[in-house]
């Protein structure tokens, strides 16, 4: 198993940017993918990027050219840089992992994905 530890979120305004960090603890050489996930109060759960095992990144429509993915294989750590933060930002984001082949046909989706860290917060004001 592996255990996830977000950290990074907070409150800033609209523009401004955040970095968050992802730190997993235990077998971390043999993810498939690993991404962000984020959910805003009343809604559903959503995938935001992830990236694969072999580099590949998908990112949704509404994070593309704001949001940048990335990993150190050495600390076993995964990031996520936000940019040009809006409102409509505010959620809490989780970091996520997955040992499936399956996720490699949908990064997406939360199917393949089975651990998940605790959540952090980030709130954009206007």
């Known amino acids: 198993q592996v255990q996830l530890v977000e950290s990074g979120g907070g409150s800033v305004q609209a523009g401004g940017s955040l970095r968050l960090s992802c730190a997993a603890y235990g077998y971390t050489y043999s993810t498939v993918c690993m991404g962000w996930f984020r959910q805003a109060p009343g809604k559903e759960r959503e995938g935001i990027t992830t990236i694969s095992r072999g580099g590949n990144t998908a990112y949704v429509d509404s994070v593309k050219g704001r949001f940048t993915i990335s990993r150190d294989s050495a600390d076993n750590t995964l990031y996520l840089e936000m940019n040009s933060l809006k409102p409509d930002d505010t959620a809490m984001y989780y970091c996520?992992?997955?040992?499936?082949?399956?996720?490699?046909?949908?990064?997406?989706?939360?199917?393949?994905?089975?651990?998940w860290g605790q959540g952090t917060q980030v709130t954009v004001s206007s």
């Open positions: 996520a992992a997955s040992y499936q082949v399956s996720c490699l046909r949908n990064q997406l989706s939360r199917t393949a994905f089975g651990y």
